[in-house]
């Protein structure tokens, strides 16, 4: 397939200038109300989940106290009061840290802009070969693994939403009663499902990449091999971008124009090709 010529493409600043305008700017105000959206629920479940052992702990304390002060001489009273003293300080300290890491997370913003090159985008070259055809995206397979994957968070206790639409880098929202799962203050599942007629490798999209690095322990992959058959398994992965995940990147071949290669000072045995001089 012949590369269109880009001689006559806009100059640099201005194709900076129209992609600020048009596409980061939108762009950055469509990342923050997510990330707005992603960590209030996580921070809303993790509001009520720590608060809720908090409050036990204080109860747990205040009986213990109660007990020292009405004369109890029970063995190892004090240290069961230090022991409650000490959960509830790291109670506090977990429950700081999640607030700092969230604040983080909603931190968004356009830095430099570098000039890195064009491209010129085409059909993938092996989107017919029997490995691309696996790596394309088959509707059926997928509604049958997302329909696993939210079978097996509805068995757990989660309440599933979908927002496959959305584009945000994730296919499920699965969220927990805080009241069911006292001991966990992670509550709230971001899945992206993946599903395979049979079984193989599987990719993730640079946004889902990017997403799984922003919220780590919170973004699950579900892996579901098989959806082509009556008995489907499914996989599951917590925090997939700590695994080492190798980039695709494919160069289909090299192209160098001779007339930007002449230069009047290359010695005759330098010049390239061994073309001789005029």
Same mark, same amino acid.
């Given at each position: 397939m012949d590369v269109p010529d880009g001689t006559h493409l806009p100059a640099k600043? /201005?194709? /900076?200038? &129209?992609?600020? =305008? %048009?596409?980061?700017? !939108?762009? *950055?105000?469509?990342?923050?109300?997510?990330?707005? %959206? =992603?960590?209030r629920v996580v921070?809303? $479940?993790?509001?009520?989940?720590?608060? @809720?052992? #908090?409050?036990? =702990?204080?109860? @747990?304390?205040?009986? #213990?106290? @109660?007990?020292r002060e009405s004369g109890s001489e029970e063995s190892g009273l004090e240290g069961r009061i230090k022991q409650a003293e000490n959960r509830i300080d790291e109670i506090h300290q977990r429950l700081e840290h999640r607030r700092n890491e969230l604040a983080? /997370? %909603?931190?968004?913003?356009?830095?430099?802009?570098?000039?890195?090159?064009?491209?010129?985008?085409? !059909? $993938? !070259?092996?989107?017919? @070969?029997p490995t691309g055809r696996a790596m394309r995206r088959d509707e059926d397979v997928e509604r049958a693994a997302i329909e696993v994957a939210t079978r097996a968070l509805e068995a757990e206790g989660f309440v599933v939403?979908?927002?496959?639409s959305e584009n945000r880098g994730f296919d499920l929202v699965a969220r927990k009663p805080a009241e069911t799962d006292l001991q966990n203050a992670s509550s709230v599942r971001f899945v992206e499902v993946k599903g395979r007629a049979e079984t193989g490798e599987v990719a993730l999209t640079t946004n889902e990449f990017?997403?799984?690095?922003? #919220?780590? %322990?919170?973004?699950? *992959?579900? &892996?579901?091999?098989?959806? +082509? +058959? !009556?008995?489907? +398994? *499914?996989? &599951? #992965?917590r925090d997939p971008a700590r695994l080492h995940w190798q980039p695709i990147v494919k160069i289909e071949h090299y192209r160098l124009k001779l007339e930007d290669q002449r230069n009047p000072h290359i010695k005759e045995d330098e010049t390239p090709?061994?073309?001789?001089?005029a």
């Open positions: 600043d /201005q194709l /900076q200038a &129209i992609l600020l =305008e %048009r596409n980061l700017a !939108p762009f *950055l105000d469509e990342v923050r109300k997510e990330r707005f %959206r =992603e960590t921070e809303s $479940h993790v509001e009520t989940s720590l608060n @809720t052992i #908090l409050n036990r =702990e204080n109860c @747990t304390l205040a009986e #213990l106290v @109660t007990q983080r /997370q %909603r931190e968004c913003a356009v830095t430099d802009i570098r000039h890195v090159g064009r491209a010129w985008v085409l !059909p $993938h !070259p092996d989107r017919d @070969t939403e979908s927002v496959e990017k997403t799984a690095e922003r #919220l780590k %322990r919170d973004y699950w *992959l579900y &892996i579901v091999f098989n959806c +082509s +058959s !009556p008995s489907p +398994s *499914l996989n &599951i #992965l090709f061994g073309e001789k001089p």
